[in-house]
């Protein structure tokens, strides 16, 4: 399986999990893994230019690995979560760390995986158990699938006690770097709209990028989306196939460790 192929698809039983889509889904795109209880979050930096005297920022630089967002479309909740847990032990053997699982307001259900080693995660992804697992009683209907590199992540300092809410963009970059630089200047902006945990993460071999945030307050993270600030780090990507953010309540997280 390419893990970073250039294709869009709907995989009727998930046959490839982690291929990186680049299209067809909305430009908000992202996700984590999980069935614990910590809540995962996304790259930190300093803020030069944006809001200036906050206090400090609720989330830390976290160590870079490989992110894996899948968005999957079911029809029977009670039976994906059986089969989300009952393949625990191959994503651990695949080198996966922690995940953050949320369900978005048209009921698609979005898992970001954490991982260290984007190869290992190819490799389990092609093992015959793994298809197997994929192709088992319970499947999603159809699943879409981004493979990418972490390249700014930032955790809470200490896991949310209490709820938490994501907003995911998948956007395509022509200049990632200018994009990256924009992008961890505003962390005070983030700050303001509650949230706790951000990520950037780019693909290995195209110019998409996934943005991932993670917040404690649905209204305030839903107005950052559109707030004029954030719209200025937003106008540095492509507008071709531009959407709307996806937006999700946070159902289950494992942190990594």
């Not at 015959?128 to 999603?140: D, E, I, T, W």
């Not at 995911?168 to 022509?174: E, G, H, I, T, W």
């Not at 005070?188 to 110019?207: K, N």
């Amino acid at each position: 399986m390419a893990c970073c192929a250039a294709m869009t698809r709907h995989l009727p039983k998930l046959h490839a999990w982690f291929r990186f889509v680049t299209s067809t889904f909305p430009v908000a795109s992202a996700i984590t893994l999980g069935a614990c209880s910590h809540q995962a979050a996304a790259p930190g930096a300093a803020q030069p230019g944006a809001q200036t005297g906050t206090a400090p920022l609720p989330f830390q630089p976290s160590p870079l690995g490989a992110s894996v967002f899948v968005v999957h479309l079911i029809s029977d909740l009670d039976a994906f979560e059986k089969y989300f847990e009952s393949g625990d032990a191959l994503r651990e053997a695949g080198g996966v760390k922690g995940y953050l699982l949320s369900r978005g307001d048209d009921g698609k259900i979005v898992v970001h995986f954490f991982a260290e080693d984007l190869d290992r995660v190819q490799a389990a992804l092609n093992s015959v158990q793994m298809q197997g697992y994929l192709n088992r009683s319970g499947a999603p209907d159809a699943s879409l699938v981004w493979v990418t590199r972490d390249a700014s992540v930032s955790l809470p300092a200490t896991p949310p006690p209490g709820k938490t809410y994501s907003l995911y963009f998948k956007l395509k970059v022509s200049d990632f770097d200018a994009f990256k630089s924009n992008f961890e200047a505003r962390d005070a902006l983030y700050a303001a709209h509650g949230v706790i945990g951000r990520g950037l993460h780019r693909s290995t071999s195209e110019r998409v990028v996934v943005v991932h945030f993670v917040g404690t307050a649905r209204d305030q993270l839903q107005a950052l989306a559109t707030d004029p600030e954030f719209g200025k780090l937003l106008s540095l990507a492509e507008p071709e196939g531009a959407q709307a953010p996806l937006f999700a309540e946070d159902l289950a997280r494992s942190r990594p460790q």
